[in-house]
T-cell receptor
């Protein structure tokens, strides 16, 4: 059973657009929600993370929106660039530093 | 500060053989986690090691085993390889009690 459900599977946007990737979870014990970026041939790299006590977090062009009651969170990429083309994974964990449950990934393509 | 390094980068094995993958954790990190990432999927947790002991295990059979050494480096061993074991194997290091992982670039294992 997929603990974290991610959509869409793929996304194509024009440069400057704002792609949005959504994730949903069921386990209310989850208390840490990171997003990872993965380029081909590389391991995932931590992009930004949020805890359930805040509804939004911004770091540069990346923003996480978190809806605790709906058990959903999303990643927004402002002013997207071709260099943002990668696969993005949401994840969740119940204990700090312990097992992470990953979504199935979203392949983002930003067209120049 | 060095990142997480994994070796080898690529490996081809025959069904039924055994394989050992290696990981050097990031400087200052004392916890190592291993993940399996099938093509087009998100990483799946195999197990985590802390203080040279297994500290959590995902839904993987006993033929997946590991070690952590006093310098926090780690090995993943897989016995009786099956075709479905073909995947990218990711090592991630972290500091116990701190959120987030640093992933290595992975070992691409192909079982034929």
């Amino acid at each position: 059973q997929q603990q974290v459900k991610q959509s869409p599977q793929s996304l194509i946007v024009q440069k400057g657009g704002i792609p949005i990737i959504n994730c949903a979870y069921e386990n209310t014990a989850f208390d840490y929600f990171p997003w990872y970026q993965q380029f081909p041939g590389k391991g995932p790299a931590l992009l930004i993370a949020i805890r359930p006590d805040v509804s939004e977090k911004k770091e540069g062009r990346f923003t996480i929106s978190f809806n605790k009651s709906a058990k959903q969170f999303s990643l927004h990429i402002m002013d997207s660039q071709p260099g943002d083309s990668a696969t993005y994974f949401c994840a969740a964990s119940a204990n700090t530093g312990n097992q992470f449950y990953f979504g199935t990934g979203t392949s983002l393509t930003v067209i120049p | 500060e060095t990142g997480v390094t994994q070796s080898p980068t690529h490996l081809i094995k025959t069904r039924g053989q055994q394989v050992t993958l290696r990981c050097s954790s990031q400087s200052g990190h004392n916890t190592v986690s291993w993940y399996q990432q099938a093509l087009g999927q998100g990483p799946q947790f195999i197990f985590q090691y802390y203080r040279e002991e297994e500290n959590g295990r995902g839904n993987f059979p006993p033929r997946f085993s590991g070690l952590q050494f006093p310098n926090y480096s780690s090995e993943l061993n897989v016995n009786a390889l099956e075709l479905d074991d073909s995947a990218l194997y990711l090592c991630a290091s972290s500091l116990s009690g701190a959120p987030g992982y640093t992933f290595g670039s992975g070992t691409r294992l192909t079982v034929v």
